[in-house]
């Protein structure tokens, strides 16, 4: 199959393949770490998440549209402001969420599934209802599009670059959130020991809250960055989901580091076989190879120690 | 409670005799408003016209319009369930069907395909509708086939499609598989120089089928051409910088791609962002019209080609008519592709047809269909074929920036349709 292609052509497409399969890590781990925090931490499975991130994006499409008509001057840096609001938007819906159902569900986890999964329905048919049904387009600044020529024959998208930066960014705050800071500390304690965590003074119910708020908004801020990359629609969420469980799930629920060990496989595996078979074959090879190592592996990549 | 604030209002109002009178005048208006429209009732009598028990009746005639307007189907459905509505009130506002007023029943299929063929059902035999306007996919148009065909019913299906079906009971308004792939591949292999082609598609049967057409077209009848790549992808899948890597590594004359719904704009901006410049690189798809172009950005897909039957832009007096009509009936912001306009033509058809048959009943429509003709069509022309089909031209059109498609090339005579076609198989 390389027969055709001379040394300097292989070459140049090994390393864009490499890097596609960077942008495609990036993709998931920006697209599990919001639900790795709430499945991870809280134990709720939340089938809404896709919508979260779809809340972001037309949050970015609203902002991009403002800038467009009221502030064009600054338009090349709307994108930051968007994926602030994103944040901002995603999180509060999510804290209202909480505080409205799923607190009450802690104790059946199985039916949170079913709940969020109402949820989700509920919130594509609002955006169906208020942004149309149709998909809208999110008009990116030049600057963002186009790529990065490194060599004569090397091409490095620059939205894929940002993606990266993004979620390199992001996984460091959140890591540096749950594992450093005070809050962190309180919301692993009540992980642990709820009933222990509540006896010394740390108020259980609001670091539900803001756990679940963080997790959705940072499932806001994916969605504004999926803006360059994907479609913003009513149902555009559904895309994301499966391939985020898989991820949360194959890296084993509980683990930050988990989540982005099995992202990396996960992507690499795909964008190699990809590029030696069609689409699909390769999406079909990945879902049987990760059933197979969940099968050996139940508890996923890795796994907090506990006794049993 | 307010109800019941509002009459009292009313009745001190009426009190006053002048205000009464002004009110009286008033409610002439409307009336007065009604009088240049047509009377509908002035038809052949209802025992000629409906011999099998329609909803038919002296003054009005019940069709049903059948498409997805909530799930994830409703993104491209909503334009064809536009362009019905106004065709049957165009209909209507130019005298209506035999001198009856279409009344539209509307039913969700959901984008679910067994809730398709409940509520074809639903519309057959509890609303006896005279004719159905609907489906978007290949997959629900199967789904309510036996439906049609058990209950005799009358559907008229807009979308471009695979092609290898012919019913009595179906009109195909869009093209079929060939109509559109042949003329496209012949225009880029002549103008282009094209030798080499590289088919992409979503993952189902309506790509698959209709790159296996191209393949064969481009191998057995075109002089020197190959296939030098064919792939397909989930539906949905949003990663598309491997076969972007492997289309700069294979360097086609022409990238053909048949991507679908989301994907679509996924691909449309990798394919940009990977520094791929339309204006060097051939692409044409026969998956994107403008409806998917608002979802994709105009900016990251200008200079492509597109075959379709239909392009906004068409500059003939029906369509600049259509475009307007449609625009205000939608709003200015409204964009109308391929299939919006197949659409359109469903409720025009029908009613030439049943005004030839002189009769609703579904047996003499069917037999009345072939040779049709709609001469106001937005596309030009079209004619109802022996196989339910539409006789009309292939067009090329290349992709603006403003989301818009400039006519490149149209060809000169109809094309033929034909859902079997000979050696493609």
């Not at chain 1, 939340?46 to 800038?67: D, K, R």
């Not at chain 1, 338009?75 to 509060?92: C, E, R």
């Not at chain 1, 009450?104 to 919130?123: E, M, N, V």
């Not at chain 2, 991507?259 to 394919?271: E, M, T």
């Amino acid at each position: 199959m390389f027969g055709d292609y001379s040394i300097g052509d292989l070459g140049a497409i090994f390393a864009m393949q490499g890097f596609a399969g960077l942008i495609l890590f990036s993709v998931y781990v920006l697209m599990a770490l919001g639900l790795a925090i709430i499945f991870g931490q809280m134990g709720v499975i939340n089938m809404a998440h896709g919508e979260f991130m779809i809340l972001g994006a037309y949050v970015t499409w609203m902002t991009s549209n403002a800038f467009q008509s009221f502030l064009p001057a600054l338009f090349p840096g709307y994108f930051f402001v968007a994926m602030a609001l994103a944040f901002v938007a995603s999180g509060s819906l999510g804290m209202l969420v909480e505080w409205a159902m799923i607190r009450r569900l802690y104790k059946r986890p199985l039916d949170t599934l079913l709940a969020t999964w109402g949820l989700s329905l509920i919130l594509q048919q609002a955006y169906r209802s208020v942004f149309g049904a149709r998909e809208v387009g999110v008009e990116l600044p030049d600057w963002m599009m186009g790529s990065w020529q490194a060599t004569d024959s090397i091409q490095i998208p620059i939205n894929g670059m940002f993606v990266m930066c993004l979620t390199i960014l992001i996984t460091i705050v959140v890591a540096y959130v749950l594992f450093l800071s005070r809050w962190g500390k309180q919301v692993r304690a009540v992980v642990q020991n709820r009933v222990m965590a509540g006896a010394v003074g740390i108020n259980t119910e609001k670091v539900d809250r803001y756990t679940f708020g963080l997790g959705c908004g940072i499932a806001g801020v994916a969605g504004s960055a999926f803006t360059m990359i994907g479609s913003t629609g009513p149902t555009a969420g559904q895309l994301y989901i499966v391939d985020t469980f898989l991820v949360v799930v194959f890296g084993g629920a509980a683990s930050l580091l988990g989540t982005i060990a099995s992202a990396f496989t996960i992507s690499q595996a795909q964008s190699t076989m990809e590029f030696f078979m069609s689409g699909s074959m390769a999406k079909v090879l990945t879902l049987l190879a990760i059933v197979a190592i969940l099968m050996m592996r139940p508890q996923g990549l890795f796994a907090l120690k506990v006794r049993k | 409670m307010n109800g019941v604030l509002m009459s009292d209002e009313t009745e001190k109002g009426l009190k006053s005799p002048l205000r009464r009178q002004l009110l009286m005048g008033m409610a002439a208006i409307p009336a007065l408003a009604m009088m240049p429209r047509p009377s509908f009732g002035a038809g052949p009598a209802t025992s000629a016209v409906n011999t099998t028990g329609l909803a038919v009746t002296d003054s009005e005639v019940t069709v049903g319009i059948l498409h997805s307007v909530t799930g994830t189907m409703a993104i491209s459905e909503t334009g064809s369930v536009q362009a019905e509505k106004l065709a049957i009130e165009q209909i209507n506002a130019a005298g209506g069907v035999l001198g009856r007023k279409i009344k539209y029943i509307q039913e969700d299929g959901a984008s679910d395909w067994p809730t398709f063929a409940e509520k074809a059902k639903k519309l057959l035999v509890n609303d006896k509708c005279a004719a159905v306007m609907g489906c978007w996919t290949s997959a629900s148009r199967k789904a309510v086939l036996p439906v049609f065909e058990q209950y005799n019913g009358m559907l008229y299906y807009p979308t471009f499609y695979e092609g290898l079906e012919q019913s009595k009971n179906v009109i195909y308004t869009g093209q079929e598989a060939t109509q559109q792939i042949i003329a496209g591949l012949d225009w880029v292999n002549k103008t282009k120089g094209a030798k080499t082609f590289y088919l992409l598609g979503s993952d189902y049967i309506w790509p698959r089928t209709s790159n296996k057409i191209a393949r064969k077209h481009i191998e057995g009848h075109l002089q020197g051409c190959k296939v030098v790549g064919e792939e397909y992808f989930p539906l949905g899948h949003t990663q598309f910088n491997s076969v972007i890597n492997k289309i700069k590594l294979t360097k086609p004359d022409v990238i053909y791609a048949i991507i679908v719904g989301g994907s679509n704009v996924a691909f449309y901006k990798q394919l940009k962002a990977a520094g791929i410049d339309m204006s060097k690189q051939t692409l044409l798809t026969i998956s994107v019209t403008e409806d998917e172009i608002d979802g994709i950005g105009g900016e990251n897909i200008a200079g492509a080609y597109a075959c379709m039957k239909y392009f906004q832009s068409l500059d003939n007096a029906n369509n600049k008519a259509f475009v307007s009509a449609f625009k205000k009936m939608w709003g200015e912001k409204t964009v109308i592709g391929d299939v919006t306009q197949a659409a359109y033509l469903g409720p025009w058809l029908w009613k030439l047809t049943v005004e030839k048959a002189g009769s609703f009943d579904i047996d003499k429509v069917a037999a009345a269909s072939p040779g049709i003709e709609f001469k106001g069509a937005p596309e030009g022309y079209v004619r109802i074929h022996e196989n339910h089909h539409l006789w009309s031209k292939t067009r090329v059109g290349r992709a603006k920036a403003d989301g818009q498609y400039e006519l490149i090339y149209e060809t000169a005579d109809l094309v033929e349709p034909d859902p079997f076609p000979k050696g493609y198989q």
